[in-house]
């Protein structure tokens, strides 16, 4: 028994002794609203399923590359808080955020469209939020006081893509098309981050 016991304790310091922590680098991916929390709503549309598609679709897109593990804020239709986001996201000290959103306006049909970022007052924020749009073609870059980017550590940047009450702009987010091409211009930035 004294042999069996020394030859456990043997594997065991082996396998811990050759265990190499990996340095794994991260990058989240918020996928805005969830659960209750519809977000911008146009009849049967809701926001927070354009953005959680888009998210899963990064993630599966980049699930190839070696460079960095996609994180998701949420994987299902649940609806973790502002607080318990920035929390998950302070924890993993990822390379970068990216919170995915759409935008909606007062109007039924609106004329205003494409793209616009959010940002954190930081240089290495700026720089992502400059890559986002001129990849997109963004309508504006802009700091702002949301809680996403003040509470957030690691440089991070909010997305609206689009306006849900554009129709031009709904249609394109909502296909399957359309939802491949912005997560693949999403994984052409990670990857050249």
């Known amino acids: 028994m004294k042999g069996i016991t020394l ?8 396998a811990f002794l050759s265990f190499t ?5 991260y990058i989240v991916i918020d996928a805005g609203h969830g659960g209750n929390d519809f977000g911008a709503v146009y009849g049967e549309i809701l926001e927070k399923n354009i953005s959680l598609s888009i ?3 990064i993630r599966k897109i980049n699930e190839n590359q ?3 593990e996609i994180i998701l804020t949420r994987d299902s239709d649940s609806s973790p808080t502002l607080t318990e986001r920035t929390d998950l996201i302070n924890r993993l000290n990822p390379e970068m955020v990216l919170s995915l959103h759409v935008n909606s306006s007062p109007q039924k049909e609106r004329s205003d469209n494409g793209f ?3 940002v954190q007052n930081s240089d290495v924020s700026k720089e992502l939020a ?8 963004a309508c504006k870059i802009e700091e702002r006081n949301l809680h996403m980017l003040r509470e ?15 129709s031009d702009n709904r249609n394109y987010i909502t296909s399957e098309k359309g939802q491949k091409e912005i997560a693949q211009k999403f994984v052409e930035i990670i990857n050249e981050y």
Request: proline content about 4%; charged content about 25%.
């Open 66 to 68: 070696n460079k960095y």
């Open 116 to 118: 616009e970022v959010y």
């Open 7 to 14: 030859l456990a304790l043997s594997i065991v310091s082996t």
């Open 130 to 137: 400059g890559k986002i749009y001129k990849k997109f073609n």
């Open 21 to 25: 922590p990996t340095n794994k680098k």
């Open 152 to 166: 957030t550590k690691a440089p991070a940047v909010l997305v609206e893509l689009g306006f849900i009450n554009n």
């Open 55 to 57: 998210a899963k679709e």
